[in-house]
């Protein structure tokens, strides 16, 4: 099969025919119909993100067909998938705490399958699996909870995209904070899954949604997808924006880009109560000096959020079909 392999951090990919091994018990190969590109990819090839194992095919995100199951499979050929970057194992502790997305079993950042190895080669040797599923190929071997069915009547080239970016900022608002209808929320970077924010606050009902980027043509888009409100921050104090908009500050806050500016800034927004929500990683390493007193005072929550908190198999296709048939 053909893949998109990067070979060393920071050097350009290079499409390469790799060896795929068939699938192992509980795994099964998919035919790539489409694929994402995520800004997580782009950390992983410019070096931004360090420790990513080379050569690797990336792609965290995409759709396809089922060809050829493993052993103990319950999908069947030609059915149409979803691919998840998060395994679950549905036996763990996180598992079964219905919190899926932290099962023990990934393996992040290590380009392996869950049992710990590869099933892509190049002349011998071992090409890793970005994100558990390397979609930017023209097939790929996945552990089983990593291929979502969904209706065949979803476009794959849409239902690639529900596999990260739509999952996670739409998860962020309905899941990890769960906003409530009425509540105010800011979204800082309305880049791919901060626009996906902005439309789960739209979804829920939020108000106000204000979107804060330094791109006008960002803001713009936002407004498009449900922002009521859009603030350059590279021509405003965002923090005084909010403020404004909100009186009290923002219930709540989602930083979808990694930027530790951002984080602060979303922090110092908060109303009393509020929940700042990070989604983006910034490079390796990255620290924010953390004003303590507001957080005790006013009981603020600062919180993480990986892939929108998914329940992958009742989620991705909850996002699937009903959003893209309206
Ligand atoms: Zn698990």
């Given at each position: ?12 990919l290079a499409?390469e025919e ?5 699938p ?9 119909a489409a ?7 782009l ?9 990513v194992?080379?050569?690797i095919?990336?792609?965290?995100e995409?759709?396809g ?11 069947r050929?030609?059915d ?5 970057w998060?395994?679950?194992c549905g036996?763990?502790h996180?598992?079964v ?9 990934r393996?992040p950042?290590?380009g ?24 930017y190929a023209?097939?790929t ?12 009547n ?18 962020a608002v309905i ?5 409530p ?13 901060g626009?996906?924010?902005?439309q ?13 980027d330094?791109?006008?043509?960002k ?5 498009a ?5 859009g603030v ?10 909010i ?6 500050g ?6 979808a880009v990694?930027n530790?500016?951002a984080v602060?800034?979303?922090?110092e ?25 507001p957080?005790?005072t ?7 959020c990986s892939?929108?908190?998914?329940r992958t198999?009742?989620?991705l296709?909850?996002?699937g079909?009903?959003q893209?048939?309206?």
């Amino acid at each position: 099969m053909k893949a998109s392999v990067l070979f060393e951090q920071g050097k350009p990919l290079a499409v390469e025919e790799l060896e795929l091994e068939a699938p192992r018990p509980g795994e099964v190969l998919v035919r790539m119909a489409a694929s994402g590109v995520c800004h997580s990819c782009l950390h992983a090839a410019d070096g931004s993100w360090t420790g990513v194992p080379v050569p690797i095919v990336l792609g965290d995100e995409g759709a396809g067909v089922v060809e050829q199951v493993g052993a103990g499979v319950e999908l069947r050929v030609g059915d149409h998938v979803i691919l998840s970057w998060a395994p679950t194992c549905g036996r763990c502790h996180y598992c079964v705490i219905g919190r899926p997305n932290l099962c023990e079993r990934r393996q992040p950042g290590r380009g392996v399958l869950p049992d710990g190895s590869t099933r892509m080669s190049l002349k011998g040797r071992p090409v890793y699996h970005y994100g558990h599923v390397a979609t930017y190929a023209s097939r790929t071997v996945v552990h089983e909870s990593c291929a979502i069915p969904v209706d065949k009547n979803v476009p794959l080239d849409r239902a690639a995209l529900i596999g990260c970016s739509v999952m996670t900022g739409v998860g962020a608002v309905i899941n990890t904070a769960a906003v409530p209808a009425g509540a105010s929320m800011a979204v800082f970077g309305v880049g791919g899954v901060g626009l996906n924010v902005i439309q789960g606050g739209a979804m829920v009902a939020a108000h106000p949604v204000i979107a804060v980027d330094v791109v006008a043509a960002k803001l713009e888009h936002a407004r498009a997808l449900g922002a009521t409100h859009g603030v350059d921050a590279s021509r405003e104090d965002p923090v005084a924006a909010i403020r404004r908009l909100t009186r009290l500050g923002a219930d709540y806050t989602f930083v979808a880009v990694g930027n530790t500016r951002a984080v602060a800034q979303a922090c110092e927004a908060l109303a009393p109560g509020g929940t700042c929500v990070l989604i983006g990683v910034p490079e390796t390493g990255a620290t924010v000096p953390l004003d303590v007193r507001p957080i005790v005072t006013a009981e603020r929550v600062v919180r993480g959020c990986s892939y929108g908190s998914a329940r992958t198999r009742e989620d991705l296709p909850r996002l699937g079909p009903r959003q893209l048939s309206a």
